[in-house]
């Protein structure tokens, strides 16, 4: 690709609002939106007729809704424009926005740049996490008081239900949408992704899934949790299909990031990235993506079966009919539990790959780290039963799901010790994203130390399902992943956007919220281990001084969040100080890049110095220059 | 190179370790470990108590490992010039760290292992074991399990005891120092009987039984609540339970088969699973 | 106006929306709270009227629900409310005129009456301890203080059944009443166990798990 993008004149505004872009994908998800509903009701049989009217809702309608629409959707996108064109015998070709404007415009289309597609994420993941952040906000105001309820008890349990919803579905893709997307072609020496067009698909997919999932609402919202569990989705209203729809777009969505991460490391790195030479967060994204194409599609089927089940009337999860509650379960924890490791393992590889920048020495251990991460990934696969220990399983796996499940922080443990070794006589430097990543090390442990309680039959017998279950995995995903999801955009954005984000209000945004969290979640592991059960409207007057304390800290965990979306509107919207080539002196490839960023990244295939952490070494000279040089960093 | 009168951080960092863990561990074991969760209300609770206390006991040098690594090496280590970018020194790996790390998590890991499985397999923890149990309390021949059958569905607990000519009660009495063998079973969508003083929980999946067992102590009031969202309700499904003594059970059963006579009537003969109708949609 | 004012003014209006929205946000879950009635105070003591209707009325978001209706103490007309306040540690006496047919309980268990004084009710004026588990219609329980009753259904073959609420007495029904003390001050829920939500799942889903229509508080103060 080295066409030079010729500057052509701007075209009206009315031309550029008129196409393939957001505008017309919207038109045409609501238009198809209205034909799936028509479709669903004329598809109707008698019974399922009968039953639709006294029960006032017609899921099929509903789903065929959601799915024409999200088709809909996507074709007004763009997205089956090459496909079409591929079918009619056109040649293949790239070129879809990618050199033609400048601007914002690129961003609310189908864009082939890599940069674009990872911003896009950025913003977009963003979004969704503040409202599951709201949501976050509006439970613990719910449970300021046993006995006075703000919310109904419906409208709770939905609010419940949509905050881990939405996190566990859009947070999943939260580093590797936009920084694996942004960060591992130069890492690897490449221009582009494998497959530019999935890439941008996977992001407008986890878009309209996200709308799918707000319109929960109008239809009296889903009242399961974000586990679905059945039969008793099977018994929700309509709600309960918009759930099912975010979901296996969700899993569409993270099967084919994942599949392209995959393809793209594996078959696209240039000449000298050896596989021993490969930065760890690459190896992370390589271990988190086959994670993802390997267990989504499994919550793609076990929504699929609780669709027919909601519909046509079959009975995979009625126990009566035939069907049986645990294939749900089952079903769900296979896929649930590599997610919560697809999850973790880029908050390992973050964390790994920015201590070695800000210790100013090589990762300590790196064959141990690549084992740890690779080994956690493959262990991810045998353990989801911890997630049924006391709910009559065949009692004799309980041994070896528990020995699995602690063997799995075998694993982990490696990154901890990489991590105490990188700091080893380092000279380290307390920047906000080294803060972010200091901070993952104290989460993560008190986080991992409580999955080991869990882990033990005997001491989950008590703490399953009760407030400790939910401190544990607080403290892993949001101590682990939303910690280092910060960390990765405190260090990478001087670099993306080619602007700095104010470091005076990162560590006010950094120390609120670590207190904070940890102010937040600490109790719960208390309130747990004291009978509170999880997902409950109220609670026993006595958790009350707890609860109060834990929401309390949960406001100004929020108000941490409010600092920093005002670090992003000030740094990056209005004082916009241009940012240095490589502010944190990094000798890691895409900092080699020239800032701001060319759309076609770099001219010539870069040449890897063979050790991918030169710090405190000399680089090895090579025979021509690396890259164009940025800023004056050889 | 380490300079001549660097100090050895490692030998610091160890003794600071040593420190840490011997008081937090002692701090854990003998004035948290008796108040540990769930108490003592019976005998599998008890045993909880124990492994949760081994566990924290655990849980403590390794924590304090890498809380004082980390605290010692973000003070001594730290950049004081941050000025000027200079490299620290690189040293990337050390086999024999790697190995006895490796060493010691295996063996933490696996006696951990061990340990809960011979626990849990000694008695059952109190948790559900599912219709075919593997481990149960001893129980003695002449004194066999009170069978209790709980039934959740949607949004209550109701006891049976087929002991009892199959009387069905709304709450719960258990008489003191004896082996309940629980029998949790759903008529509609998956609960959780959760008895926190008693140490029990057990799933309620419908046309499951899923068996637990608890061997009561003394008399005391046990919180039950449901452990698995099942509604709208799930927040408000708990009630209160009782273990009261030997007689007072034997006199308030009778009092509930006179009581709950013309219910009895009508239920179906007693059975491990239910599947009453509607099962598919209503109306 | 300069690049950066206009920068300015696009990050106010941006901020603008996303308050209106959050706020229409958290709107739309404050929304849908079941009205409350209280109990009419009477020489006789303090008495609840209740009905339970197979269909709510015509104008309600769910027509072809279920449905609890009561009389407010303020303005004796039926009112689709589901929280009921009571006054504390009283003898309250509840009359519930029931509209709906027969469904038949999942659990016959409940088909006997509990919590409430002697553990009897009457039924269109015969005292009685329990009723045939098959030809119930409703049930009225608090489950935290022990308290339910079985409503029984009208027959498959009444000649007058009432379509939508709210139910005139001159339509087929039975009438249930009961006395049952009220706890201490408190928030207490109450719900139904007949599996009366058709359409759904084991007749659980829908009405059944709606606050406003077959569950509800009991506000004792």
Known sequence: MSTIAVPVARPPLWRRLVGFNLLAGIALGIIGYVIGQWIGGRFTGVNIAYYSKTAGQNDIAIMLGYFFGVVGFLIGMGFANYPIQRMLGYPPTLAEHEAEEEGVGRYFRLCTDHKVVAIQYLVGIGVFFFIGGLNAMLIRTELLQPNTHVFGANQYLTLVGMHGTMMMGMMTSGILGPFANWVVPPMIGARRMAFPRIESFTFWLLMAAGVVLITTIFFGGFQTGWTGYQPLGDQNTAGYDAYIGFFALVGVSMTLLGLNLAVTIISMRAPGMTWTRLPIFVWSVLATAALMFLAAPMLIAALLMGAMDRTIQTAFYVAGQGGSSYLFQNLFWVFGHPEVYIVALPGFGIVLELLPVFARKPLWGYRLAVSGMLGVGLLSFFVWQHHLFVSGINADLRPFYMLSTELISLPTGFTFLCFMGTLWRGRIRFTVPMLFCLAWAFNFLFGGISGVFLSDVPSDVTTHGSFFSMAHFHYTIMGGLVFTFFAAIYYWVPKMTGFNLSERLGKVHFWTMFLAFNSTFAPLFALGFMGMPRRVVTYNPSFQALNDWASVSAFILGISMLIFLYNVVWSLLIKREPAEANPWHSKSPEWQLATPVPVYDFERTPVFDPDPYPYGVEPVPVGRPVVAPAGGQA | ?283 | ?221
């Open chain 3, 1 to 221: 106006m300069s690049a950066s004012g206009k920068r300015l003014a696009g990050i106010a209006v941006v901020a603008a929306i996303v308050c209106v929205a959050i706020a229409l946000y958290i709107a739309l879950y404050l929304t849908n709270v079941p009205g409350s009635a209280s109990a009419v105070e009477t020489s006789s003591g303090t008495n609840l009227y209740l009905a339970t209707v197979a269909s709510a009325a015509t104008n309600d978001p769910h027509p072809t629900w279920v449905s609890y209706y009561a009389v407010d103490a303020n303005d004796q007309n039926w009112r689709h409310a589901t929280t009921y306040v009571l006054p504390a540690n009283t003898l309250v006496h509840v009359t519930i005129f029931q509209f709906d047919s027969q469904t038949g309980l999942r659990n016959p268990f409940i088909g006997q009456a509990t919590g409430t004084v002697g553990g009897t009710f009457t039924l269109n004026g015969k005292t009685m301890e329990a009723i045939d588990p098959d030809t119930a219609s409703h049930v009225f329980a608090i489950p935290a203080i022990g308290l339910s009753v079985p409503l029984y259904g009208i027959s498959s073959t009444a000649k007058n059944p009432c379509s939508n609420a709210p139910c005139p007495l001159s339509n087929d029904h039975s009438t249930i009443t009961f006395t049952f003390r009220t706890p201490a001050k408190g928030l207490y829920r109450w719900q139904c166990f007949v599996p009366c939500a058709a359409g759904f799942i084991q007749g659980f889903g829908g009405p059944m798990q709606t606050v406003g229509y077959m569950d509800g508080f009991i506000k004792v103060v």
């Open chain 2, 1 to 283: 190179m380490p300079e001549v009168n660097e100090p050895n951080h490692f030998l610091r960092i160890v003794l600071w370790w040593l420190v840490v863990s011997v008081i937090g561990t002692a701090l854990v074991v003998f004035v948290l470990g008796p108040g540990l969760p769930p108490g003592n209300g019976s005998v599998e609770a008890s045993g909880q108590v124990t492994d949760n206390t081994v566990l924290l006991a655990l849980s403590v040098p390794v924590a304090a490992a890498v809380l004082v690594y980390l605290t010692y090496a973000l003070i001594v280590f730290r950049e004081r010039e941050p000025e000027v970018y200079v490299d620290g020194p690189p040293i990337r790996g050390n086999a024999s760290i790697q190995l006895w790390w490796l060493v010691t998590t295996t063996v933490i890991v696996l006696f951990l292992a061990g340990y809960g499985s011979i626990r849990l397999l000694a008695d059952g923890s109190g948790g559900g074991q599912g219709p075919n149990p593997i481990a149960a309390p001893a129980a003695s021949s002449s004194d066999p399990p009170l069978q209790v059958q709980v039934i959740a569905q949607q949004w209550q607990f109701n006891y049976r005891f087929p002991g009892y000519g199959g009387v069905e009660v709304p709450d719960l009495e258990l008489p003191a120092n004896t082996l309940v063998e629980f029998h949790v079973t759903s008529l509609d969508v998956i609960h959780s009987f959760w008895a926190y003083q008693l140490g029990v929980k057990a799933d309620a999946n419908p046309g499951v039984d899923n068996v637990a067992y608890v061997t009561t102590k003394g008399p005391l009031s046990v919180n039950i609540r449901c452990a698995e969202l099942c509604g709208v309700w799930h927040g408000y499904m708990f009630e209160t339970a009782h273990v009261v003594s030997k007689a007072d059970f034997a006199t308030w059963i009778r009092a509930q088969e006179t009581r709950f006579a013309p219910a009895t009537k009508t239920l179906p003969p007693y059975s491990k699973t239910y599947f009453p109708p509607p099962e598919r949609r209503g109306g």
